[in-house]
């Protein structure tokens, strides 16, 4: 018995109120003649309640769904299920207690409009080189064939969001990173952080950091992991800047950065008088290659990275789908056709992708 189906057989046995409640509506076909399973294995998944037949999904949400990060893995799951043809009903665990017709009728509109059946398994372009595009049998009719180019290496997780997505890619590392060899005795109070990169190389010099102010919640989880105490936590680099200005104006601050930082967030803090140094405690270089051949779609994911990509190549008519702000006004310099994440992080910048090209 493999593990998803042994932890699938353990949350049957300890469900919660909200799942008890929804039971008692949908086992034993009590709710339209439809067969219902609970804590059901699919895929590395496990949903909380499915109909095979009419490929329907209910999930209940409790309070931990609300964290951010939860909140990312619930959208990257509910778009797995989706290009796996699935329907799914997201609903908050009071749903079942105050509004249970409300999940009811939502079950019954699937029912009277289902979805289609799951679309063939689609194939990506290779890792950083050009292959051939996917036969076209693998093609919803009638569609044409999208592509984008990723300008770092992806994840196995996230290339399955392309690839379910039936979305061709290339990917190639636009940049390459070198962490310095850092000697720093004393012990650092105010430390702010914009990538994930900065941490690192903090983390391999053995450096000791009190608070730490950063960019990201990628960058913040990294810290916490590493033992470190995160104080405030912005999207960008311009917001942290300004949370800086109205809640620690009196402190003092060293920047860990890279050689290519941007000016956003030094030159606003030095202009409200705030005093920080900086250290740079990376390198980035350009990685750049040229492309023969158009994209639909550019995955962006730093400045550096738009830099590398234009390097060799014009952007002409691809959609350029960018991490953040920044990268943003990077990529500004060179088209107006500009998709930003509403969070920075690699997974959100594919699901604009995916949802654009969908």
Known sequence: MNIITQISRLLRKERTKAEAKLWKYLR????????????????????????????????????????????????????????????????????????????????????????????????????????????????????????????????????????????????????????????????????????????????????????????????KKLLEENGQNVVETAQNASDLAKIIIKKHKNKSFLFFCGNLRRNELPDLLQQNNIDVKEQVVYKTYLNSKKFDRSFDGILFFSPSGVQSYVKENEMNKSIAFCIGKTTASEAKKHTNTIIIANKPTVENVIVQAVKYFK
């Not at 399973?37 to 095979?52: A, E, G, T």
């Not at 329907?56 to 964290?67: A, K, P, Q, S, T």
């Not at 994840?155 to 590392?173: C, H, P, R, T």
Request: proline share 5%; charged share 25%.
């Open 28 to 219: 034993n076909r009590r709710f339209e003649n439809l067969k219902f399973r609970r804590q059901h294995p699919l895929k590395d998944y496990i949903v909380d309640f499915i109909n095979i037949e009419y490929q329907i999904i209910i999930e209940l949400d409790g309070e931990y769904h609300n964290d951010i990060l939860q909140q990312e893995k619930d959208e990257l799951r509910d778009l797995h299920l989706k290009a796996l043809g699935y329907s799914v009903l997201r609903f908050e665990n009071r749903v079942v207690f105050e509004n249970p017709n409300l999940i009811l009728s939502s079950i019954k509109k699937k029912i009277i409009s289902p979805n289609p059946p799951p679309l063939p398994q689609g194939e990506g372009w290779g890792e950083g080189d050009i292959e051939e595009h996917p036969h076209p049998s693998l093609l919803p009719q009638g569609r044409r064939n999208y592509s984008v180019l990723s300008t770092k290496k992806l994840s196995l997780a996230q290339k399955e969001l392309l690839l379910n997505a039936k979305i061709g890619y290339v990917e190639y590392d636009g940049i390459r990173i070198e962490l310095l060899e850092i000697k720093e005795e004393a012990q650092i109070e105010n430390t702010i952080f914009t990538s994930k990169n900065a941490v690192n190389a903090i983390i391999a010099s053995g450096i000791n950091v009190s608070d730490c102010f950063c960019v990201g919640e990628n960058t």
